[in-house]
């Protein structure tokens, strides 16, 4: 389809003019055509944008989508205790029936909140991939490995075999929406054999590596005890700095662990809702901003959310780090929507997205700005980060097909998934009759 969004206040994200207001935004073959002031000429089919504001899609640079089934499960623990006594025995009552379901849930809030991009760490990775394409989403897929024991062989560990037969089937499906990338969980859940085949694999194959860094201050310090080192240098020692990495929460990372960090170019994905309700900490964001390192933002699973609403992280990651500071100039409302566009884009080596601009990819999200909440607008931004909330989204469109309008899903069935969840993955999964 070919459209013409007219008279819409348009969120470019480019510094010399992040905001067009009364602007027209043409989209065809999936791209944007052109973008300005003065209506084009060409047959598309009109979009009436008065009162709506046009954004770049958002992207969620950390999160384990089908996790959806434990949304509100096991509240109150920390992250060990959650993690070892109630997540993992209940994930290993998935399969892939469960899965699809999950996974069509959080693609379904995702697309409401105008996300057009994710970045997944998980298991049950060609369900997922299926069902992500079907609903018309970007993503980055990457298969978590962990390994507790000494012996591992990448060609024959089940996940690093999974990881491979991942690769060959999914990495640039359908033009580029689908990407892989190699995975490893996290520091405590495998061991050095894992961390230097990991990084030889993603070297080999032009692959970034998607992975939990530093996540809580126990993590941190019972690894500088075992190897008299913290996660980052450990991983770095075995090259994993290597090719490009995006560290999820760095909530206690060292000055030396930043600015490794910084030479290597790896992006911090900052987690601030889930590290929150977890007790984890906040990340040193200040401190990665001063160094240049590439900030983009994420979820993490609904689990430990409780939602997939990139607004609501948007907003906290401007706040608290002006708290921490007292410095009210500490991120501004530009910088935080940049951590969920273009660094997101970044992130996922994407140079075709996070922006509105003529030849990108058009990935759009829609607001209505005439809502009691949002009124009046002196700032756009500003209303954007401190006042807008996932559900003004009315339109998301991914490269340029419209995947949700107005409160209906058009690329997947809400109403089966949600019936699945009920009848068959809370009983399955988490013993709920």
Same mark, same amino acid.
């Given at each position: 389809?070919?459209?013409?969004?007219?008279?819409?206040?348009?969120?470019?994200? =480019?510094?010399?003019?992040?905001? /067009?207001?009364?602007?027209?935004?043409?989209?065809?073959?999936?791209?944007?055509?052109?973008?300005?002031?003065?209506?084009?000429?060409?047959?598309?089919?009109?979009?009436?944008?008065?009162?709506?504001?046009?954004?770049?899609?958002?992207?969620?640079?950390?999160?384990?989508?089908?996790?959806?089934?434990?949304?509100?499960?096991?509240?109150?623990?920390?992250?060990?205790?959650?993690?070892?006594?109630?997540?993992?025995?209940?994930?290993?009552?998935?399969? =892939?029936?469960?899965?699809?379901?999950?996974?069509?849930?959080?693609?379904?809030?995702?697309?409401?909140?105008?996300?057009?991009?994710?970045? =997944?760490?998980?298991?049950?990775?060609?369900?997922?991939?299926?069902?992500?394409?079907?609903?018309?989403?970007?993503?980055?897929?990457?298969?978590?490995?962990?390994?507790?024991?000494?012996?591992?062989?990448?060609?024959?560990?089940?996940?690093?075999?999974?990881?491979?037969?991942?690769?060959?089937?999914?990495?640039?499906?359908?033009?580029?929406?689908?990407?892989?990338?190699?995975?490893?969980?996290?520091?405590?859940?495998?061991?050095?054999?894992?961390?230097?085949?990991?990084?030889?694999?993603?070297?080999?194959?032009?692959?970034?590596?998607?992975?939990?860094?530093?996540?809580?201050?126990?993590?941190?310090?019972?690894?500088?005890?075992?190897?008299?080192?913290?996660?980052?240098?450990?991983?770095?020692?075995?090259?994993?700095?290597?090719?490009?990495?995006?560290?999820?929460?760095?909530?206690?990372?060292?000055?030396?662990?930043?600015?490794?960090?910084?030479?290597?170019?790896?992006?911090?994905?900052?987690?601030?809702?889930?590290?929150?309700?977890?007790?984890?900490?906040? *990340?040193?964001?200040?401190?990665?901003?001063?160094?240049?390192?590439?900030?983009?933002?994420?979820? =993490?699973?609904?689990?430990?959310?409780?939602?997939?609403?990139?607004?609501?992280?948007?907003?906290?990651?401007?706040?608290?780090?002006?708290?921490?500071?007292?410095?009210?100039?500490?991120?501004?409302?530009?910088?935080? /929507?940049?951590?969920?566009?273009?660094?997101?884009?970044? *992130?996922?080596?994407?140079?075709?997205?996070?922006?509105?601009?003529?030849?990108?990819?058009?990935?759009?999200?829609?607001?209505?700005?005439?809502?009691?909440?949002?009124?009046?607008?002196?700032?756009?931004?500003?209303?954007?980060?401190?006042?807008?909330?996932?559900?003004?989204?009315?339109?998301?469109?991914?490269?340029?097909?419209?995947?949700?309008?107005?409160?209906?899903?058009?690329?997947?069935?809400?109403?089966?998934?949600?019936?699945?969840?009920?009848?068959?993955?809370?009983?399955?999964?988490?013993?709920?009759?």
């Amino acid at each position: 389809m070919e459209y013409l969004f007219e008279n819409i206040t348009a969120v470019t994200m =480019d510094r010399d003019e992040p905001v /067009i207001k009364g602007a027209y935004i043409h989209v065809k073959d999936g791209k944007i055509a052109y973008l300005g002031t003065v209506r084009p000429e060409c047959e598309a089919e009109r979009i009436d944008g008065r009162h709506k504001v046009a954004i770049p899609g958002l992207i969620n640079c950390h999160t384990h989508v089908p996790m959806t089934a434990f949304r509100g499960y096991a509240d109150g623990y920390d992250l060990q205790t959650w993690l070892n006594q109630y997540i993992f025995p209940a994930e290993d009552r998935l399969d =892939d029936r469960a899965v699809a379901a999950c996974t069509d849930i959080g693609l379904a809030e995702m697309m409401a909140s105008g996300i057009s991009s994710f970045s =997944d760490m998980y298991m049950f990775c060609d369900t997922i991939a299926e069902h992500t394409e079907a609903a018309g989403l970007k993503m980055n897929i990457a298969r978590g490995l962990t390994c507790f024991s000494d012996e591992f062989d990448f060609r024959t560990y089940p996940s690093a075999v999974e990881t491979s037969e991942l690769l060959g089937r999914w990495n640039g499906a359908d033009g580029g929406r689908i990407l892989v990338d190699a995975c490893i969980h996290g520091e405590y859940t495998s061991n050095e054999k894992v961390w230097r085949s990991v990084a030889e694999f993603a070297a080999e194959n032009s692959l970034g590596i998607h992975l939990h860094l530093s996540e809580t201050k126990s993590e941190h310090e019972q690894c500088i005890q075992k190897y008299g080192r913290t996660p980052a240098r450990v991983f770095a020692d075995c090259g994993v700095f290597d090719v490009p990495v995006n560290a999820a929460h760095c909530v206690w990372v060292s000055g030396d662990d930043i600015r490794l960090m910084a030479e290597s170019g790896a992006t911090a994905v900052h987690n601030p809702v889930s590290n929150m309700k977890l007790a984890s900490g906040i *990340a040193p964001v200040p401190e990665l901003k001063r160094a240049g390192i590439n900030i983009a933002l994420g979820t =993490d699973g609904v689990s430990s959310n409780n939602s997939h609403d990139m607004f609501e992280e948007i907003k906290l990651a401007a706040l608290i780090h002006k708290a921490t500071t007292f410095d009210p100039k500490m991120i501004t409302a530009f910088e935080a /929507i940049e951590m969920a566009t273009v660094n997101g884009a970044r *992130a996922q080596r994407r140079e075709d997205s996070g922006r509105l601009r003529e030849g990108f990819d058009a990935d759009i999200a829609v607001l209505d700005f005439d809502r009691p909440h949002l009124t009046p607008c002196h700032d756009v931004m500003s209303n954007l980060v401190f006042s807008a909330r996932g559900s003004d989204v009315v339109m998301n469109m991914v490269r340029g097909e419209i995947i949700y309008k107005d409160g209906e899903f058009l690329t997947l069935d809400i109403e089966r998934a949600k019936y699945e969840m009920e009848r068959y993955v809370l009983p399955t999964v988490c013993g709920v009759k």
